[in-house]
C-alpha cells in the first residue's frame, strides 16, 4: 500500500518540478516575504522588539492570502483534470484504492508546498540572521510560522479535493476554486467584521464572533499565530481579538486539524462515487 | 466457462430511461482476440467501463477470470487502455511506465524493455509533450502490457493513426495474444481488422447481434458478392442484356451474385469477349457484414 501512495506522491513532486510549479510557488512566497522583511519593518527598531519576530507577524497576515491560493491551484485538477484527460481511468484499473490514491497526491502536493514555504520563507529567515537583525527566539516563530502555514495549506487542498471529485471539468473546478478562496480568505472576514461593527456589544460579538473565527481555518490560522507571537499591540487587527478569547488559542490549532481532517475525509467519501 | 477470461451473463445497464446495454452474455478464452465493434453509443465503452468495475450493472453478471471487476485480484490481471488519453506532457515516457509498473506491482526496471517492444526506446527519454499522436499511443500500449497481463481491454487503439502504426499495434496484439492473454478491442476501422482477430462481437444499440468468426458472420449474412463490369463504348446496354440484369451506369454494369454463383457469372463475363474491358470483383467487407447485422437489428427493433 505504502509504496502505491509513494509512487503517486513522487509523480506529482516530480510534475511540480518538472512544469515548475515549485518554483512559481517559492519565488513568489520569496518575493513578497522579502518585501515584507525589507520594507514593513523599518519602524520596528524603536519598538525594541525582534525583527524577525515582527516579521512573522506580517508573514502570518500573509499567508492567510498566498497559502490559499498557492493550495487550491496545486489541488483542483488533481480528479477532475484526470478524468478530463483520461489517467484516471488508467490509473484507477490499477490496483490501488482510491483512498491510497488521495493519500498519495495530498502528500506529493503537501511536500510541494513545504518545500515553497521553506526555502521561500527560510530566504528572508536567512537575510534577517545574516544581517544581525535575528535571534534564535525569532527562529522558532519563524518555525511555528512555515509549521502551521503547511496544515492551513493541508486544509485548502482538502478543499480544493472536494472541489475536484465534485466537478467533472477543470474549468468549473477552477472557478469554484477562485470563489472558495474568496469567500473563506476575504468574503468571511468582511462579514465578520460588518456584523461587528453593526453590533460592537451585543450577544454576536461576545458568543458567536469568536467561535465564527475559529471555524474558518485562514482565521483560526491567523489567530492561533497571532496570539502566539503576543504581538497583538504590534499589529493590530485581528489580533486584538486574542486576548479577549474565552478559549485558548490552542484550541485554534485544534481546529485547524480537525478541518483538515475532516476535509480530507470528505474528499475520500467523494472519490468513491466517482466514475472515471 | 470456468476458465474464461471474462463472463459476461445477461448484462443489462440503464442510464435513466436509455439502456445502454441490454441483456449481452458472451465469454472470452485465454489468447482470443476479439473485437467488438459497434456504431457511437452502441455501447461499447459502457460495456468495457463494467467489466473493470468502473460501472455497476443493473442485472446479469461479470466475472473477470472468476473474480469480480474492479476486485483487487480482477484489476491484477486486467489491463487497459481508455480511448483518448492525454499523458502529463512534462514526463518523459519512460517515467510514464515506470510510474504504471509501480502502481501494478510490477517490475520498473522492464520499462526500457517494454518501450523497446512499442519502438519507443529512442524517445524513451524524451518529453511526452513532444510525441507525435501514434508515439503516445503506442506508449498507452507499452503501458497496457505491463507485467503480463491475462486480459487487456483496449478501446479504440487505433484510431486517429496512420496505416503503419496500425500495423505495428496489431502486430503487438496478436504477441500479446501468442502469450495466452485475451485481448478485447473496441474499433470503427473495421477493415483492418479483418484477419487481425480471431472472432468479431456486434453491438448495436445496447444488444448484441453477432458473436461469431468473421467467416462464419459473411457466411451468416448471406451478402451477394458485387461485380462491375467496364464495357467497350457503348456496348454497355448489349452487356446489361446479355447478363440477364444489372445497373448501367455509363461506360459500366454492376451486378450482385450469390457465392455459388460467382465462377458462373464470372464465366459468363469471359464470354462476351471483347466487349468488356475490365471486372472489379467486390467481396463483401466487413463494413458490409458490420452494416448487415446492424441494419438487421434495428429493424427488428
Redesign the interface.
Given at each position: 500500500m505504502l509504496?502505491?501512495v509513494l509512487?503517486?506522491a513522487a509523480?506529482e513532486i516530480?510534475?511540480g518540478i518538472?512544469?515548475r510549479w515549485i518554483l512559481l510557488a517559492t519565488l513568489i512566497l520569496a518575493v513578497f516575504s522579502l518585501a515584507l522583511a525589507l520594507l514593513g519593518s523599518a519602524p520596528a527598531g524603536s519598538l525594541g522588539v525582534d525583527r524577525l519576530t515582527i516579521t512573522v507577524a506580517s508573514l502570518a497576515s500573509l499567508s492567510v492570502y498566498l497559502v490559499p491560493l498557492i493550495a487550491l491551484l496545486l489541488a483542483f485538477d488533481a480528479i477532475c483534470g484526470e478524468i478530463e484527460?483520461?489517467?484516471l481511468?488508467?490509473?484507477?484499473?490499477?490496483?490501488?484504492s482510491r483512498p491510497e490514491f488521495l493519500l498519495g497526491k495530498a502528500i506529493g502536493h503537501t511536500l510541494v508546498l513545504t518545500f515553497a514555504l521553506v526555502i521561500g520563507y527560510g530566504m528572508t529567515a536567512a537575510l534577517l540572521v545574516s544581517t544581525g537583525t535575528g535571534s534564535l527566539a525569532g527562529l522558532a516563530d519563524f518555525s511555528r510560522l512555515i509549521a502551521t502555514s503547511v496544515l492551513l495549506g493541508v486544509c485548502f487542498l482538502a478543499i480544493g479535493y472536494v472541489l475536484s471529485s465534485l466537478t467533472r471539468q477543470s474549468g468549473t473546478a477552477a472557478a469554484a476554486a477562485i470563489a472558495a478562496w474568496l469567500v473563506l480568505v476575504v468574503l468571511y472576514d468582511l462579514a465578520l467584521l460588518g456584523a461587528l461593527v453593526a453590533n460592537p456589544s451585543g450577544i454576536f460579538a461576545s458568543q458567536v464572533f469568536p467561535y465564527a473565527v475559529l471555524l474558518n481555518p485562514a482565521d483560526a490560522f491567523r489567530l492561533f499565530n497571532l496570539a502566539a507571537l503576543g504581538a497583538s499591540d504590534l499589529v493590530g487587527g485581528m489580533a486584538g481579538v486574542s486576548e479577549a478569547l474565552p478559549f485558548d488559542p490552542v484550541l485554534a490549532l485544534a481546529s485547524l486539524v480537525l478541518f483538515a481532517g475532516m476535509a480530507l475525509t470528505a474528499s475520500a467519501v467523494l472519490i468513491r462515487r466517482i466514475?472515471? | 466457462m470456468t476458465n474464461s477470461t471474462l463472463t459476461v451473463q445477461s448484462v443489462t445497464k440503464r442510464f435513466k430511461s436509455h439502456i445502454a446495454v441490454d441483456r449481452v452474455s458472451f465469454a472470452l478464452r485465454p489468447g482470443e482476440r476479439v473485437a467488438l465493434l459497434g456504431h457511437n453509443g452502441a455501447g461499447k465503452t459502457t460495456l468495457f467501463?463494467m467489466a473493470?468495475g468502473?460501472?455497476k450493472r443493473d442485472e446479469g453478471d461479470i466475472a473477470v477470470m472468476g473474480a469480480a471487476p474492479g476486485s483487487?485480484s480482477a484489476?491484477?490481471v486486467?489491463?487497459?487502455?481508455?480511448?483518448?488519453?492525454?499523458?502529463?506532457a512534462?514526463?518523459t515516457g519512460e517515467?510514464i511506465v515506470r510510474?504504471?509498473a509501480?502502481?501494478?506491482?510490477a517490475n520498473a526496471g522492464g520499462a526500457l524493455e517494454l518501450l523497446e517492444r512499442v519502438g519507443l526506446e529512442d524517445a524513451a527519454r524524451r518529453?511526452v509533450g513532444t510525441y507525435s499522436k501514434g508515439m503516445r499511443q503506442r506508449l498507452?500500449l507499452a503501458?497496457a502490457l505491463i507485467g503480463k497481463p491475462k486480459f487487456v481491454l483496449l478501446d479504440e487503439p487505433t484510431t486517429g493513426l496512420d496505416p503503419i502504426s496500425r500495423q505495428n499495434v496489431y502486430e503487438l496484439i496478436g504477441e500479446v495474444a501468442e502469450q495466452g492473454a485475451t485481448v478485447l478491442l473496441s474499433s470503427h476501422a473495421l477493415t483492418e481488422l479483418e484477419a487481425r482477430t480471431d472472432r468479431i462481437l456486434i453491438l448495436s444499440k445496447g444488444q448484441l447481434v453477432a458473436d461469431d468468426e468473421l467467416g462464419t458472420l459473411r457466411a451468416q449474412a448471406g451478402l451477394p458478392i458485387r461485380l462491375k463490369v467496364w464495357t467497350k463504348p457503348g456496348a454497355v446496354r448489349e452487356v446489361a442484356e446479355q447478363l440477364g440484369a444489372g445497373k448501367m451506369n455509363g461506360t459500366s454494369v454492376e451486378l450482385d451474385c450469390g457465392l455459388d454463383d460467382k465462377v458462373r457469372t464470372l464465366s459468363a463475363i469471359s464470354a462476351l469477349g471483347n466487349l468488356v474491358e475490365d471486372v472489379d470483383v467486390h467481396a463483401p467487407s466487413l463494413d458490409d457484414v458490420y452494416r448487415h447485422f446492424s441494419n438487421t437489428a434495428q429493424k427488428e427493433a
Open positions: 509504496s502505491r509512487t503517486i509523480q516530480r510534475i518538472r512544469n484527460r483520461g489517467t481511468l488508467m490509473t484507477f484499473s490499477c490496483p490501488i466514475t472515471p | 467501463k473493470l468502473f460501472l483487487n484489476r491484477r486486467t489491463a487497459y487502455l481508455p480511448e483518448s488519453v492525454a499523458f502529463p512534462a514526463l517515467e510510474f504504471y509501480r502502481l501494478k506491482g518529453r498507452g503501458q
